[in-house]
Nanobody, 120 residues
Framework: VQLQASGGGLVQPGGSLRLSCATSGSFFSINAMGWYCQAPGKQRELVAAITRGGSTNYGGSVKGRFTISRDNAKNTVYLQMNSLKPEDTAVYYC???????????????WGQGTLVTVSS
């Protein structure tokens, strides 16, 4: 199983970016998917998460600005980032809780990270 993130880049404050993360490989289904960020010198922290059924959870600093969504048919999770601030600058990692088979056993996977830089 592999997670491939894309969509990062340089954007001015107040701008927008859309991150995507596609899951590939052999598996039964994907439970929760999410995005985490890690700024230099800081711990990785939750940005947003979404269940297979579409329930969402956001980190406090992004509520009202970021929106997480997913396409179960494409095994892909998205993060729409609006009103970006310099403090949003970080490497963004996608995460997926994957069921390899029909049992409830699952395994957690991480994408490679994509850099978001918010600067004028």
């Amino acid at each position: 199983v592999q997670l491939q993130a894309s969509g990062g880049g340089l954007v001015q404050p107040g701008g927008s970016l859309r991150l995507s993360c596609a899951t590939s490989g052999s598996f039964f289904s994907i439970n929760a998917m999410g995005w985490y960020c890690q700024a230099p010198g800081k711990q990785r922290e939750l940005v947003a998460a979404i269940t297979r059924g579409g329930s969402t959870n956001y980190g406090g600093s992004v509520k009202g600005r970021f929106t997480i969504s997913r396409d179960n048919a494409k095994n892909t999770v998205y993060l729409q980032m609006n009103s970006l601030k310099p403090e949003d600058t970080a490497v963004y990692y996608c995460n997926a809780d994957v069921r390899p088979g029909p049992s409830l056993v699952s395994k957690n996977y991480w994408g490679q990270g994509t850099l978001v830089t918010v600067s004028s």
